[in-house]
């Protein structure tokens, strides 16, 4: 319901704005939509990555803001714990005030339009953690393309 809600937020803010509100979200700016699920990426022949996306296009070109909730949360929020600046986070699936301030934290250190809304341009700047072939955390973080 509290995504309904943000979507309708945002419609309502953007027509009320015009063209200035759609500045506001630079980052999510070319996504395909809300990031439902979570995909493991092979980053090189012993690591993966896990990263939200989209199930409907299979594009991890999508977006997560306040209100989503769900594992593709929980995976955003384990990349912003581990490997973006968010050590105090708790990793709950909820896309909260905290996880907006964290990802906000995050896109600026990374150097990315700081909106607090994870998109495609912060897929790409922020650091992932990386898994080993059996599932572990090895304890490294890399960027994605």
């Known amino acids: 319901m509290r995504r309904v809600l943000t979507v309708v937020a945002a419609a309502a803010a953007m027509l009320a704005g015009g063209v200035a509100a ?83 934290y995050a896109q600026s250190k990374r150097g990315t339009g700081v909106d607090g809304i994870y998109g495609p341009d912060s897929r790409q700047a922020f650091h992932w953690p990386t898994y080993s072939l059996n599932g572990s955390l090895t304890g490294r973080c890399v960027t994605t393309s």
Do not use: M
């Open 22 to 104: 759609t500045t506001a979200t630079a980052s999510a700016a070319d996504s395909v939509g809300w990031c439902d699920g979570t995909r493991t990426i092979k980053v090189s022949s012993t690591a993966t990555v896990r990263q939200p996306y989209h199930t409907g296009t299979g594009s991890r070109d999508c977006t997560l803001a306040e209100g989503a909730v769900g594992g593709a949360v929980s995976t955003l929020q384990r990349a912003l714990k581990l490997c973006n600046f968010a050590t105090n986070l708790d990793i709950d699936g909820e896309f909260g005030s905290l996880t907006e301030q964290a990802v906000s």
